[in-house]
């Protein structure tokens, strides 16, 4: 399968936000309790925050025969904010061809991202370090990720 990706248009939003939500609802599922994923992913994501957001920073989809498959964003300070494939493209090479994409836009800046603890295996493999480990609350709720950071120089 041939996998590409192309800029993000506000028209990919609501798609993104459900990609969203199924990912986390089913690829983290082994790493935090339910009660984490439903404060995580409340299946009610403000679409004109998160289109400004992505339209702010430097967002890609992935696409496969015009079906989005993944996306991820990154900031002019080389802050990864989200990456996610949907949960039936895992394994495929998606999530490295998006981070590839993203982390040279910023280079030669230094990538920071907050890794959950499902993506921080595919971001030691990137060379990413783990700067510290984090309890994050949402809705009262504890969620563990991790501060990681590629160095490029």
Partial sequence: MRYKTRKYTPEDCGTLADL?????????????????????????????????????????VAVLHEEIVGFGDIDESGYLDRLYVHKDHQGRGIATLLCEQLEAHVYPKEVTTHASITAKPFFIKRG??????????????????????????
């Fill in 20 to 60: 969203f939500y199924n990912t986390v609802h089913s690829v983290n599922a082994e790493d935090y309790t339910e009660e984490q994923l439903a404060v995580w992913a409340t299946g009610r994501v403000d679409l004109n925050q998160w289109n400004e957001s992505f339209l702010a920073h430097y967002t890609l």
């Fill in 128 to 153: 990413y370090c783990t700067i510290q480990e984090q309890q994050v609350a949402r809705g009262g709720i504890l969620l563990t990720n991790y501060i990681m950071v590629k160095r490029t120089a």
